[in-house]
């Protein structure tokens, strides 16, 4: 599926650091970024058309821009602000993404490079939407010069963190549809960039529920499934604002374990909720939280524990709504902690996880680097081989 989601963004990375170190994290990576940013501004007429992405004229400087940023990437490292618990993995997969586009792209593979580099921005907006943060404004006509429909624009400004001009064009693509020719998977996925505004950036349920309901006032025209899901969220976050929830800069290891075990669990609510996604509000909410405390409580006893949570939410989270790293989380636990109880959970789970990705109607073919990662962790965790993968 071609995706023209834009990535001009990526040098906005002041990943969402609180108030009082927020200005001063800018000013030591924000030389890094512009320059990412300058990259991406090159690349933009090339990412948007397949002919011009795969002329052999333009090989060099596409591939000199790929290289460029991730080295940039790669230098940012040396930043505090970049190696936090969680953002260090997200700054890893980036580096490590633009390398293996480049590589792609020098072996000829043009089309797969470009679809890699247009879906990077879901990798970008999980970094900006971590913890709560302020909205930033930007010069709407510079910034999303290039775009190609008022959808882009909105996403360009989503993770550009500009998330009060987002939410504007966000409400006027859902409520003028049809008449305005949006697509409707473009309606969808507006619906869901405003569910992570106010239940991971802004913990706003209040404002959530006037916003979805001044949606649903405004266009009576939507199709019955989308109208079910947003009555779905509506009570959704009114059960938050009732059940309330812990301050992670406040809280201690006994208090987030307590609110995450009981959040987690699925109970009658969940299979009585008409919606394609009923536990949208609840993960990113929950999965909030638990960045903001390990970033900030980076010594956490139950660090283990939290990396395994955030691998299951962020499998639950629709991969078309973040970039998923649920891999690597879970990896991290063991890596990190292969003594550690936790660590058992997190490679059965790991399992499961490669066994699912290689599993079709042909049956299960585990690549022989999967079986050798998962035979080295048993031993690692268990002190055996107990992978049971053939």
Known sequence: MKKF????????????LNAQSEKKAEANIQPTMHKIFYNMQELLPYMADEEKFIDPKNDKLISDKLKESAELIKKAKHTKELNSPTLKISREVLENHFSEIDRIFRLGNKSFARWQLNSTVPLCMNCH??????????????????????????????????????LKMYDEIIRKFPENKARIMDVEKSFERKIVIYSRVRRDFQAGIKGLNDDLKENKNLPEYLVKNVNAWIALFRIQIREGFPDPLKSNDNAIKKYVTTELKNNLWDDMIDASNPRLVKNLTVSGILYEYLNTHPESKIKPDILYWLAVIDKQLQETLFYSLSDLYLKQCMQEFPAHPTAKKCFEQYKLNMILAYSGSSGTHLPGDIKKELKDLSIKIYGVDKSNVK
Request: proline share 2%; hydrophobic share 45%.
């Open 129 to 166: 939407t971590q913890s709560p943060s302020a909205s930033r404004h930007w010069d709407l006509a510079e910034l999303t010069k290039g775009a190609t429909s008022n959808f882009n624009k909105a996403e360009l400004l989503f993770m550009g963190r500009d998330f009060d001009t987002a």
């Open 5 to 16: 989601l834009l990535i001009n963004s990526i040098f906005i990375m002041s990943f969402n």
